[in-house]
């Protein structure tokens, strides 16, 4: 089963992103935006007794270079979510559950404490 195409990514405070499927394999679907800058990566990985699941977005611009600031690079950065779960004991109901729970502990109060996190707090 695939995901939508075009996927689409908003990120806070810009505009939305449109990300075609560039990239389909098997357990794999990448989606990037017209520019290149924005790229997402879905994917599953199969073990002995495990299941990986990633959901990945990276994310390009264009700065200037602070040792020749007349000069512009590329730089990046990557946000994403690993679920790794053992192939038997836990439904995909229980997996989102802790997901869900996980990510409004990240989000709660304004972020505090994925901006805590960000600035290298542990």
Known sequence: MALTDPQSITPSGGSAISLPLTTRGTNLGE??????LTHEIFSSSYGKS?????????????TADPFKPAENVRVGMSVYTVVDLPTVGF???E???IWVGFN???AASSNAIIT???QGES
């Open 31 to 36: 989606y990037t935006s017209a520019d290149g």
């Open 95 to 97: 997996a989102q559950a």
């Open 104 to 106: 409004a502990q990240l």
């Open 91 to 93: 439904s995909v109901a």
């Open 116 to 118: 805590k996190v960000l």
């Open 50 to 62: 495990r299941v990986r699941r990633v959901a990945r977005v990276d994310q390009s611009k264009i």
